[in-house]
């Protein structure tokens, strides 16, 4: 029996005894305690909740808390400590217990678990298993709160208060805002509980990154109706101007002056305008080379002519995944006034059937001349995407990196476990893998090899097919020497994000629905790439 005290209308009051209960349901192994009413009122839920961290026990020793926590418990006499001990076993990477009464400031505290306190760089994982662990350890102890009605939550660090700030504003993200307001989830508001400069610093940069990644997000679940090339195109400009960053809208009559019949072929099918979008941030001297990222903003896809099948085609309103991720990215480096010079270009448009809609065996023409036959109008990405990236020449780029929900071949080659790179340079290769490895979200190298380029460029009648010869073999990796075909540089990165688009329950810290995977990644990537001198 433990004294402790419970919030009331008029604070916090001394009350009788709670009485602690065991949860024995496996999915929850959390440690409950359940309050007696007073003057026959409910409980009010507390307001403000504590989130700190513990590692896992190893055989022979005791509980190993982390310094915010340790310092708690410290400030609490021992009662944490106390709780843990009472509450049992050891708790296992990932679960979480919760405590009332152990201190008036913080009425319920969520002891969340960090794994192993040597945790460091798996390398059969690829990760950097310790900032994972404290991603998702956060994560779990603020969703909990958030449970409990708490509307402000402090957060340990963790040791990495860039990891904790992701793991506790990812989890948070929620796109509600079409229910009616009752049925929202509550607003939480995150504080790091730490005091020193340089974790305010870090925790201030992994909640930026969270934020850029839960615009994308955002992007993603709009409903296509509400997200069209116009509103997408007015929704980026209100998210980017005040954070410096350039934003042109294209329309129609320029992508005619520039003779993108290959965008253009796909747009004319809806009656939705399309749009180019142009997205300029200068961290730096203005002459430095650019660093240029395309987006695909397929806004809804239902394949054309080649008509998708209905099961699961409303899930094509994440089609611009590779554009909202753009849009992201640069929020986020123009936010942390990273020194680096971007270029975003982002096609819009929607690929509809209709009368005036492209057929099966029609022959278009890119802005760079070269002729494509275009024999599954699904297979419309690539076709905008040549376009962007031709007209990424323009700027004279030192890299560029094109992101899009390409090809359902990737979602069966790699599922959502990572992200699928082409790429002609081993350099980039090297930086944009050390980047997942870091934000845990990971990338993998896919093959760019001429025996590809051959079963695109082997067209009957045009320079190009826009779908290989070999019909259901090597998708992605087709898809990708299409788009080699219409690269200005040396250094070119195509990431094939239809994978990772959505999340089911694969990242713990990420709710069911659009992923905006991978925003941090790309912006961990720009800024190495600057950083080295490339």
Known sequence: MICTRILTSRGWKRLGYLTFQRLTSARNESFQTYSTKSNDQEREPPKRGLVLGVYEKQEGEGIIFTSSADKFNKVTNGKLQEHL????SSLKKGKNRIFYGLDQEYPCVSVVSLGPKNAGFNELEEIEEQSENIRIGVSGGVKQLQELGVTEAFVDSCGNAEAAAEGASLCLFTYDELKKESSRKPKVGLHLFDSEEVSTTYWKRGLTGAEGQNIARTLMETPANLMTPTRFAERAEAILSDKGVSVIKRDKAWAESKKMGAFLSVAKGSEEPPIFLELSYHGINKGARP?????????????????????????????????????????????????????????????????????????????????????????????????????????????????????GAMMIALGSGATGVFTNSFKMWQLINKAGMKTGDRVWRMPLFQHYTKQVTESHLADLNNIGKHKGQAGSCTAAAFLKEFVPVDSWLHLDIAGVMENKDEVPYLSKGMSGRPTRTVVEFVQNVFKENI
């Open 85 to 88: 001990n009472l509450s049992g």
């Open 291 to 407: 660093f240029v990222i395309v987006g695909k903003g397929i806004t809804f896809d239902s394949g054309g002519i080649s008509l998708k099948p209905a099961a699961g085609m409303e899930a094509m309103r994440g089609d611009m995944g590779g554009a909202a991720c753009t849009v992201g990215t640069i929020f986020t480096l123009a936010a942390l006034k990273a020194p680096v010079n971007v270029i975003g270009l982002i096609p819009l448009c929607e690929n509809m059937p209709s009368g005036r809609a492209s057929k099966p065996g029609d022959v278009v023409t890119a802005m760079n001349g070269k002729t494509i036959q275009v024999d599954n109008t699904d297979a419309e990405g690539r076709l905008i995407l040549a376009d962007a990236l031709c007209y990424a020449c323009s700027f004279n780029p030192s890299s560029v990196l094109d992101m899009a929900t390409l090809t």
